[in-house]
């Protein structure tokens, strides 16, 4: 299994790493389209190409053709909001919060999978991207809906800890090739 093999990549240093791999992604209480389409969307975010191999095939398994175009469509959409919002926010001028966008974001309203999973996806590629403001926008929606915070929390988890195995592993390749 890929969530193996990406578990047995990681160095001895990376002990937690590779455990919390293990535990938050086999022990989530988290439906199995919720689960594997938070893993799929900040695998891409991360973008650590053994950890997006591995962790794409794995969620593969678990999810239909269209939740896995949904989960890459999620961070595909975040790559470009996190920016933005992030940009007008960190300048600190309020006036360009009147300025509209005009940025193409279709999918968000109609992503092909059900609204919150999808809104689940944009919070946690948002915690690796380190946008308060969509942070903010995405929890808040979620919380709209009903989604408990312990639904919010484990997309966190999730998000830290496929984060970390990717920085481990961008690491790890670098210094072998110094």
């Not at 535990?23 to 891409?44: D, E, N």
């Not at 650590?48 to 890459?72: C, G, I, K, P, T």
């Amino acid at each position: 299994m890929s969530l193996d093999a990406l578990k047995e990549a990681l160095p001895a240093y990376a002990k937690d790493t590779r455990l919390n791999l293990g535990s938050v992604i086999g022990t989530s209480t988290l439906p199995a389209q919720q689960l594997w389409g938070t893993v799929l969307a900040v695998a891409v975010a991360c973008r650590n190409e053994q950890v997006l191999r591995e962790l794409d095939e794995a969620a593969r398994e678990h999810l239909s053709a269209e939740a896995v175009q949904a989960a890459r469509a999620a961070a595909s959409i975040m790559a470009m909001n996190n920016v933005y919002y992030r940009a007008k926010h960190l300048v600190g001028d309020p006036e360009y919060n009147n300025l509209p966008a005009r940025l193409r974001m279709q999918v968000i309203g109609n992503p092909g999978v059900d609204k919150v999973d999808f809104e689940l996806w944009c919070l946690a590629v948002s915690a690796i991207t380190g946008c308060g403001v969509c942070l903010e926008s995405h929890e808040k929606a979620l919380r709209k809906e009903g989604v408990p915070r312990e639904t919010v929390h484990e997309a966190l988890r999730i998000a830290g800890v496929v984060h970390a195995a990717a920085v481990t592993l961008d690491a790890e390749r670098v210094l072998a090739d110094a």
